[in-house]
């Protein structure tokens, strides 16, 4: 089994910074797409970036400028540097990963369980 697990939330001030990891650990091959969602009270779960096994990222236009992705393929592990909070990032955040998985070889979709961001005064 594949699980993803998720750290690094909390409450901060308005201007402060975050900084999410998400570490995968299980009988992994390789992983190829990674990415954080959030979903806020009300809301649909959306993307707020990706990155692929080779280094692509791309982000939601919400974010851009303020949030940087990156993953250490070596430790499966990703990571999300949080700048320049705002009240409308508040929100669950989730870790998202196709795993593929051995001995199967077979890609699975798999999330953690999410973390609480709070960006509040």
């Known amino acids: 089994q594949v699980q993803l697990v998720e750290s690094g939330g909390g409450l901060v001030q308005p201007g402060g910074s975050l900084r999410l990891s998400c570490a995968a650990s299980?009988?992994?091959?390789?992983?190829?797409?990674m990415g954080w969602y959030r979903q806020a009270p009300g809301k649909e779960r959306e993307l707020v970036a990706a990155?692929?096994?080779?280094?692509?990222?791309n982000y939601a236009d919400s974010v851009k400028g303020r949030f940087t992705i990156s993953r250490d393929n070596a430790k499966n592990t990703m990571y999300l540097q949080m700048n320049s909070l705002k009240p409308e990032d508040t929100a669950v955040y989730y870790c998202?990963?196709?795993?593929?998985?051995?001995?199967?070889?077979?890609?699975?979709?798999?999330w953690g369980q999410g973390t609480q961001v709070t960006v509040s005064s």
């Open positions: 299980g009988s992994i091959f390789s992983i190829n797409v």
């Open positions: 990155i692929t096994s080779g280094g692509s990222t």
């Open positions: 998202n990963a196709e795993v593929i998985w051995r001995p199967t070889l077979i890609p699975v979709d798999s």
